[in-house]
């Protein structure tokens, strides 16, 4: 399955030294682009990390012209090696596709027999749900690490930092976990965990 936009363009950039990465910013600033489009302002690309710049690119620019445009520049600043990564696309394993319970059988009176599935134990984030979306404040950060880590893609993405409120972004975000693996709620965890330790940790405790 091909990799986003978003994290190739993540890929490439994080590639980068820091001198490399400055001279990205400041390329970008000032080549000329295609029509219909604006530079991003320089006060937002300085602060910006490699994450932060590729939700800059794709948010200004859409995904084609993102791509485009950051090969490009990569080519300008002598990256050529990035660029032609970024040309060349990616494989990516989705870690997020359901689970299917397979069936166990039995042999005791001499013939096959179907036994239902033991009910998993329920993983932190569902046993917690409510909780998390209550009281889950850095939202933003959460949806950075599971958009690098491929849990979520664009539009996943988009949609959820669409919402207005904090509880409204981690609802629409606890709508995908019938969807989910283990794996993508381990990766879930592991962000809460990064992104908001205490609140984890009280919720553990």
Known sequence: MAKSARQ??????ENLHDGELRKFKAKVAEIPLEESHEHI??????????????RLLISYYKQDYALRLTAQVLEEINCKDQAQ???GGGEKTACCNPQIPVPSTSTTSGRNETQPPAPPE???IERHREALIQRTATVEGILDVLLRDDVLDDEQYQK??????SQEKMRELFRLLPSWNQACKDKLYEALKMKNKFLVADLEG
Do not use: C
């Open 122 to 124: 329920q993983h932190f």
């Open 85 to 87: 990564k970024l040309r």
């Open 41 to 54: 302002p320089r006060g937002r690309l300085e602060k910006a990390d490699a994450v932060d710049l590729s």
């Open 160 to 165: 959820i930092s669409a919402k207005s409120t």
């Open 8 to 13: 190739r363009l993540m890929d490439a950039l």
